[in-house]
């Protein structure tokens, strides 16, 4: 089931045959272009067959005029050690996310973890250790950028400056620990931005009990790099508030599968009338109370294209270029140089939509058809969402 390998695939890797390409660029999400080829499962070039070498390649995959799109990528979850989740006591959840498209996945912090220390040197030692873990053990082949270290009262410009030293370049969703003012949590995503590690900060009511409200003043006080699950995780701020958020600040706008779902197309709606949709990231929150989300951000994606009336095309750049671009990632758009991360999906067998991308406006699913991380095929046919119309073949190689 899942695998330890870190590397990427060795030699050549050609995609041809492509149907539609989505770019996951939010300024152009539709690129007239059928091949994509990667050396070492990096993207060295796309085009049309003519206009790139083809040759010599070690593995060949026809997309049978499939859609493909840079891997998804989860901007929110909360995993703890290897592809087991204590929250709910799952095993396999994240090979079963691969299963949904999703190919990277950003710690919030690894709070679900039995006897999580809270002590200032416990907290940065789980830190250093769930970003060293999941740096060298990739379940499924799905990366997760681990190492989410959850604020608390006490910690001082030092402890940033160690933080980063030692590899570590998030910070868990602020107002889970007992850092929960507005002036608090400014100073200290102050100092993480200063050693170049990136902050969230929950929004909205207590996620269970024991943790808190954080409501907009302190979001805006705080001016974290993301506004994490703006639709709340799970209760949402005023619809008001969440308007206010989008338009006072101008950080990137988190919308999340486990939060208020209509107030995550209020979300939506109120950054596509700002004109700031590069704004807009998704992400899961899984695992949670209300569990794991294997389709979590397909399900997003169908979401927000078919009730925020924003064309398909571009709520999947949510979950790939503009995620990838808001994180400073290798991923999520087809660029030369970037890793050959990729969904091929197509419509659902009997979706009213007569295109994949109708279907999603319509609100169905896309069928996943292959997963490839770096240039590996990680999964074929899905074995979670509903089977598409077609599928991808490997013509050569493949591992
Ligand atoms: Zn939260």
């Known amino acids: 089931m899942a695998t330890s390998e870190t590397q990427g695939a060795k030699g050549k890797t050609v995609v041809r045959n ?35 070498d083809a040759e010599g390649a070690d593995t060949v995959i026809d997309a049978r005029g499939t859609t493909v799109c840079p891997g998804l990528i989860d901007s929110h979850v909360h995993p703890v050690f290897g592809d087991w989740t204590p929250r709910q006591n799952q095993l396999g959840w994240i090979d079963s996310t691969l299963n949904g498209g999703v190919t990277t996945m950003i710690s919030a912090g690894e709070v ?41 009262k006490g910690m001082v410009e030092s402890d940033f400056k160690e933080l980063a030293e030692s ?27 200063r050693y170049g590690i990136q902050s969230t900060i929950h ?3 207590p996620s269970i009990p024991g943790s808190g409200l954080i409501d907009k003043d302190t979001v805006l006080e705080a001016d974290a790099d993301v506004i994490g699950h703006i639709n709340g995780g799970h209760t949402a701020l ?16 988190e919308i999340v599968h486990n939060g208020n779902e209509k107030v995550g ?65 290798d991923c999520g758009l087809i660029q030369i140089g970037r890793a050959m991360d990729l969904v091929f999906m197509d419509r659902a067998q009997h979706t009213a939509g007569k295109t994949l991308l109708e279907s999603v406006a319509l609100g169905d699913i896309p069928g996943v058809g292959m997963v490839i991380i770096d240039g590996i095929v990680r999964c074929q046919r899905s074995r979670n969402t509903p089977p598409a119309a077609e599928i991808p073949a490997i013509l050569k190689g493949g591992h």
């Not at 109120?270 to 951000?297: E, M, Y």
């Open 18 to 52: 492509i149907g539609l390409l989505l770019s996951g660029d939010l300024d152009r999400p539709i690129l007239d272009d059928d091949t994509i080829i990667a050396v070492d499962g990096r993207i060295v070039a796309f085009g049309k067959p003519g206009d790139v």
């Open 112 to 152: 679900h973890l039995p006897g999580r220390p809270k002590d200032i040197v416990g907290l940065k030692a789980l830190a250093i250790t769930a970003q060293r873990a999941f740096e060298n053990f990739k379940p499924g082949g799905v990366k997760i950028l681990a190492g989410a270290p959850i604020l608390e």
């Open 167 to 193: 590899g570590v370049k998030l910070l868990g969703e602020i107002g889970l620990g007992s850092v929960r003012a507005g002036a608090e949590a400014r100073q200290m995503v102050a100092w993480a931005r």
């Open 203 to 205: 929004t909205g009511g």
């Open 238 to 253: 005023p619809q008001q508030q969440v308007c206010e958020l989008c338009e006072r600040s101008s950080r990137a706008i």
């Open 265 to 329: 197309i209020t979300a939506a709606r109120a950054a596509k009338d700002l004109r700031c949709l590069h704004r807009v990231i998704l992400g899961t929150d899984g695992p949670a109370g209300s569990g794991v989300q294997p389709l979590g951000i397909l399900r997003m994606v169908a979401l927000l294209s078919s009730l925020a009336d924003i064309p398909a095309e571009q709520v999947f750049c949510f979950a790939t270029g503009n995620t990838a671009r808001v994180r400073g990632l």
